[in-house]
């Protein structure tokens, strides 16, 4: 039974997006007390985004502090390659950081323990803790929005590789494909991202839209191009998954991020896509995630009770803190 002591305690959590941030004050209940979201000034350059970052911690710490509430510590995830042993923010494209001891500088800023984390890791620490994938211990979460990545679980355990598993995004489906950002060609990301949908919807019909949201309103409505672009994300998603299946043998892959916000328009052909690809593997169940947008944030949390030594009351026991950490 808890003390009255403990029925005050929080930490900070904070979700740093290329786009974005979303932060919250945290119980051990895992019931966000307070939230704010701010946007991530990257065009200013890394040094705004890390001051930003700073000063978004100050104001929860503030927050906390008004409503008479004992902050135990901040967890901060990022975007990028993520290095959790070093508290290395390692190399974000997006925010134009390399080699960055982000953690050590933020608790000099803030006055506050942090517990640095990988966005997609942590998202997919919490969708396995709290959401969608409870109980799995093979699992795969794939946020597929701008970009696409994965956070890769092996009996119960992630699989970081010092930051750099997980670039779902970066397997190459299309070899003779238009180049990607990072290097190579025909990579995933640049045919089924969310961003990749709409782009390529837009150069096949002559018309611009505004998201992959749009193009599944125009393949609800029977568009033909909608119908092609579709066709074609969908199946190097499941030819990408297919690698994934053979490699790992997930039992769920949990399916997030814009595109996804699609439900059935691609969980059902995708199913199909991956089962025509599929031999003697076991296959897994696709499922959408639960917790939204708030899934890195809520990763961010328990990594911050970890890194406490407290113990939060969710469902599952805590993992090490090398496991929620990351």
């Not at 003390?3 to 941030?21: H, K, N, Y």
């Not at 640049?190 to 839209?209: E, I, L, Q, T």
Request: charged share 20%; glycine share 12%.
């Amino acid at each position: 039974m808890r003390d009255e002591t403990e029925e005050r305690d929080c930490v900070i959590a904070l979700d740093v997006g290329g786009t974005s941030m979303k932060g919250a004050l945290v119980d051990r209940d895992m019931a966000a007390l307070h939230t704010v979201r701010r946007a991530t000034p990257r065009r200013w350059g890394p040094d705004a985004v890390i001051a930003e970052i700073a000063a978004v911690l100050h104001e929860l710490d503030r927050n906390a502090a008004t409503h008479g509430l004992t902050v135990r510590g901040a967890g901060v995830v990022v975007p990028g390659i993520v290095d959790e042993e070093t508290r290395t923010a390692v190399y974000s494209a997006n925010l134009g950081w390399r080699d960055l001891p982000l953690a050590d500088y933020l608790e000099g800023a803030s006055g506050l323990s942090v517990a640095l984390g990988h966005d997609v890791r942590a998202g997919g620490v919490a969708e396995c803790r709290l959401g969608a994938a409870r109980g799995a211990d093979d699992v795969w979460f794939v946020p597929i929005g701008t970009g696409i990545s994965a956070a890769v679980f092996s009996e119960g355990r992630p699989v970081r590789a010092r930051g750099y598993a997980g670039e779902l995004g970066h397997v190459v489906v299309d070899p003779g494909g238009e180049p990607c950002v990072c290097g190579a060609r025909g990579c995933l990301e640049g045919v089924a991202s969310a961003a990749a949908v709409a782009a390529a919807y837009g150069a096949r019909s002559g018309r611009h839209v505004e998201g992959a949201s749009a193009v599944a309103e125009r393949l609800m409505q029977g568009d033909p191009d909608a119908r092609a672009v579709w066709a074609r994300a969908v199946e190097a998603l499941g030819t990408a998954l297919a690698m994934a299946t053979t490699l790992f043998a997930p039992e769920v892959v949990v399916l997030g991020g814009g595109l996804a916000e699609a439900g059935g328009l691609l969980l059902d052909p995708l199913r199909a896509s991956l089962a025509r690809r599929l031999t003697f593997q076991r296959r897994p169940e696709l499922v959408l995630a639960e917790l939204g947008d708030m899934a890195g944030c809520l990763g961010a949390a328990l990594a911050a009770w970890q890194a406490a030594g407290g113990r939060s009351s969710s469902q599952f026991p805590p993992p090490s803190l090398s496991e929620v950490a990351s």
